[in-house]
T-cell receptor, first 115, second 111 residues
Framework: DSGVTQTPKHLITATGQRVTLRCSPR?????VYWYQQSLDQGLQFLIQ???????AKGNILERFSAQQFPDLHSELNLSSLELGDSALYFC??????????????FGPGTRLTVL | DQQVKQNSPSLSVQEGRISILNCDYT??????FLWYKKYPAEGPTFLIS?????DKNEDGRFTVFLNKSAKHLSLHIVPSQPGDSAVYFC??????????FGKGTRLHILP
């Protein structure tokens, strides 16, 4: 158990809809990262928040947004969903602002299926 | 364009033998490399890392080798055990706030 929790575990929705994925980092970790893993793809970095502020951005679509709340949990919002958004979405946390040389701890993921 | 490549989608190894997982990268500026292990229905877990100033790092049964001139790293698992059956991701950190992952190699340890 990494200490990172993600809800829900599974989500099935229709094209055009909007969903929210939730992540609670390990106790004391200030950084939260979001990743997408599509079929046959590696983990694609989406976005990082550190202590409530956006810290780094990766290949995140404009239809996607995230935020980190004062209690440090984070939400990833996916809107106008398309079939291609079906994927595993992982959240990770670390105790550092900088990713370099610092270990991330991953949650179990949320599997999103868009029908 | 894949900057971190794991060209073998899967690998089968007899229990007790050596497992060698390979990874190639394209950017010589990458200065830190990591291996993550992932079981089904779980998130990836950190396994071992290596800085570009080293060519080898060992942790128990796991050793990572880095060949900077070839832009290649490998993970050796000796001896391989049934619990090592998992997907292994190679990742690189270019020194900024991103980690770039490969697509993973599924390792099957055969009894």
């Amino acid at each position: 158990d990494s200490g990172v929790t993600q809800t829900p575990k599974h989500l099935i929705t229709a094209t055009g809809q909007r969903v929210t994925l939730r992540c609670s980092p390990r106790s004391g970790d200030l950084s939260v990262y979001w990743y997408q893993q599509s079929l046959d793809q590696g983990l694609q970095f989406l976005i990082q928040y550190y202590n409530g502020e956006e810290r780094a951005k990766g290949n995140i679509l404009e239809r996607f947004s995230a935020q980190q709340f004062p209690d440090l949990h984070s939400e990833l919002n996916l809107s106008s969903l398309e079939l291609g958004d079906s994927a595993l979405y992982f959240c990770a946390s670390s105790d550092s602002r900088d990713l370099a040389y610092n270990e991330q701890f991953f949650g179990p993921g949320t599997r999103l299926t868009v029908l | 364009d894949q900057q971190v490549k794991q060209n073998s989608p899967s690998l089968s190894v007899q229990e007790g033998r050596i497992s060698i997982l390979n990874c190639d990268y394209t950017n010589s500026m990458f200065d830190y490399f990591l291996w993550y292990k992932k079981y089904p229905a779980e998130g990836p877990t950190f396994l071992i890392s290596i800085s570009s100033i080293k060519d080898k790092n060992e942790d128990g049964r796991f050793t990572v080798f880095l060949n900077k001139s070839a832009k290649h790293l490998s993970l050796h698992i000796v001896p391989s055990q049934p619990g090592d059956s998992a997907v292994y991701f190679c990742a690189a950190n270019p020194g900024d706030d991103k980690i770039i992952f490969g697509k993973g190699t599924r390792l099957h340890i055969l009894p």
